[in-house]
């Protein structure tokens, strides 16, 4: 298991979230589902013994994505603890748990109770949001306009529960717009190129970048932060792991690639 369970207790704010603020950055990247650890105060009730667990991560997306001169906001936190890119809410309940893993079966041993629900919203999920609504309005107070990079990898083959949501081959990159409303044309127009330019010097021209398929970023922090009339833009950004990961490790030389990769394509958007 890579991933960090019940050996040491990670409970102070830095072990939990990496936030930096970069005074002059024009933009946000936020990893909402980069985490590994499981904290105690899930291990009564979440199944965290599930062998998919290690592998329901993005993974290797803090050193794909954290890039030292954009302001930046990651998570320790396993993505089942809580689900940092859904709305708090949905239907007046909180809408933040996953309730069954990607093969489809059930995540909790046994129910999770309310006061535990409320106790890790507010320990893990609201501190995150909040540094990424004001640090967002912040860029844009000073520069106008802001951008969030929803940053995220996806699994090279379909999980179980989306197999009758999208085709069974995934693109090498998907931009998720929340059909359009997300991000500015122009903007999207202009990081669709960058990347393709930057992605196909490295990996060929054959690589395949997909707008709103398999994922759309209808939810989250996509869609919450989207409002380009109101000088907020949002991009999801999913790359396949079938470039950088397999046999349960990642390739360090095209983990660094794309780190460069992303790093050229947001300097060239700024």
């Given at each position: 298991?890579?991933?960090?369970?019940?050996?040491r207790?990670?409970?102070?704010?830095?072990?939990?979230?990496?936030?930096?603020?970069?005074?002059?950055?024009?933009?946000?990247?936020?990893?909402?589902?980069?985490?590994?650890?499981?904290?105690k105060?899930?291990l009564?009730f979440?199944?965290?013994?599930n062998?998919?667990?290690?592998l329901?991560?993005?993974?290797?997306v803090?050193?794909?994505?954290?890039?030292?001169?954009?302001?930046f906001?990651?998570?320790?936190?396993?993505?089942?603890?809580?689900?940092l890119?859904?709305?708090?809410?949905k239907?007046?309940?909180?809408?933040?748990?996953?309730?069954?893993?990607?093969?489809?079966?059930?995540?909790?041993?046994?129910?999770i109770?309310e006061?535990?629900?409320?106790?890790?919203?507010?320990?893990?999920?609201?501190?995150?949001?909040?540094?990424?609504?004001?640090?967002?309005?912040?860029?844009?107070?000073?520069?106008?306009?802001?951008f969030?990079?929803?940053?995220?990898?996806?699994?090279?083959?379909?999980p179980?529960?989306?197999?009758y949501?999208e085709?069974?081959?995934?693109?090498?990159?998907?931009?998720?717009t929340?059909?359009m409303?997300?991000?500015?044309?122009?903007?999207?127009?202009d990081?669709?190129?960058?990347?393709?330019?930057h992605?196909t010097?490295?990996?060929?021209?054959?690589?395949?970048?997909?707008?709103?398929?398999?994922?759309?970023?209808?939810?989250?922090?996509?869609?919450?932060?989207?409002?380009?009339?109101?000088?907020?833009?949002?991009?999801?950004l999913?790359?396949?792991?079938?470039?950088?990961?397999?046999?349960?490790?990642?390739d360090?030389?095209?983990?660094?690639?794309l780190?460069?990769?992303?790093?050229?394509?947001?300097?060239?958007?700024i």
């Amino acid at each position: 298991m890579f991933y960090n369970t019940i050996s040491r207790k990670i409970e102070k704010l830095e072990e939990i979230f990496t936030f930096n603020k970069v005074e002059d950055s024009k933009l946000l990247i936020a990893i909402p589902h980069g985490g590994s650890h499981i904290p105690k105060a899930s291990l009564s009730f979440l199944d965290y013994e599930n062998e998919l667990f290690p592998l329901e991560i993005d993974q290797s997306v803090n050193d794909i994505y954290n890039i030292p001169k954009f302001s930046f906001a990651g998570t320790s936190v396993h993505r089942h603890v809580v689900n940092l890119n859904k709305q708090k809410y949905k239907s007046g309940e909180l809408n933040i748990f996953r309730k069954v893993g990607f093969n489809g079966e059930n995540l909790y041993n046994t129910k999770i109770s309310e006061s535990a629900r409320n106790k890790l919203t507010k320990t893990y999920y609201d501190p995150f949001f909040n540094f990424i609504k004001d640090e967002l309005y912040r860029i844009r107070e000073i520069n106008g306009d802001a951008f969030l990079l929803n940053a995220h990898s996806m699994e090279a083959n379909t999980p179980k529960v989306n197999l009758y949501l999208e085709d069974s081959k995934r693109p090498d990159f998907c931009l998720g717009t929340n059909f359009m409303q997300s991000i500015d044309s122009k903007i999207l127009s202009d990081f669709y190129s960058a990347l393709h330019s930057h992605t196909t010097s490295y990996f060929g021209s054959d690589i395949s970048i997909d707008i709103d398929d398999p994922f759309v970023g209808r939810v989250g922090l996509t869609k919450t932060f989207g409002q380009p009339k109101n000088g907020l833009n949002a991009l999801l950004l999913e790359i396949n792991q079938n470039l950088y990961f397999s046999n349960m490790k990642s390739d360090k030389i095209v983990v660094e690639a794309l780190n460069n990769i992303i790093e050229k394509t947001l300097e060239d958007i700024i």
